[in-house]
């Protein structure tokens, strides 16, 4: 497959409907940066938080824009077998992975119980995803627990950067995954990293 046909295959059913839950909104807006984006809309999902009640619309904290999912090349490129994701999001790292026939499972860790029910709908029949309704820095795996790609994708309220979540999750699951990647991880902290990290 070529790159292209993976940020397709990634993005956002018009099934998944713009909405609100909780304090998540889901919302299909037309894309402006027509020169650059081979699509003429995107969706975002953002959330409220206690540090973003003065920004429109929130905090964004996913979209299916072809330059933010070009981000996640490097685990639809590089990934076969078994694989973990950390953080389901808007369900586009699962449905590019599902692109791939070198790929035979898909664990998923995702802490927001509504996330699941909303975006992970699509997934509950398809044999290849599995769903855990878990936080993924307090997962202790099993010492014979085993996947050949891990990809890191977490959103967190709070005072720690997503790099070093990331980071921790990087760690904690160094002994079970034979590669990891990150979105946004820094190029130059994977020298740093006690695993192969990809991205």
Known sequence: MLPQDYLKAARVPKSLEPQTFGLWTIERRPERRK?????????????????????EPGEV????????????????????????????????VVRGLL?????????VLEIDRRIIDVVGAE???EPR?????????RVRPSPDAHWNFAWHDIWSEGEEGLQLLHGRLMILFENHCDNQGA?????????????KIVG
């Open 35 to 55: 020169l650059c984006e081979p699509w003429s809309d995107y969706t975002l999902l953002h959330r409220v938080t206690l540090a973003s009640l003065h920004m």
């Open 183 to 195: 979105w946004g991880f820094p190029r130059w902290a994977k020298h740093l990293m006690p695993t």
């Open 61 to 92: 904290v996913m979209e299916d824009s072809a330059r933010e999912l070009s981000r996640h090349l490097p685990i639809w490129l590089n990934a076969h077998g078994r694989i973990l994701v950390t953080g389901l999001g808007l369900g586009c």
């Open 129 to 137: 995803v599995m769903l855990h309704h878990v936080d993924a820095l």
């Open 123 to 125: 997934f509950y029949e």
């Open 99 to 107: 692109a791939s026939p070198r790929v035979e499972h898909i664990d």
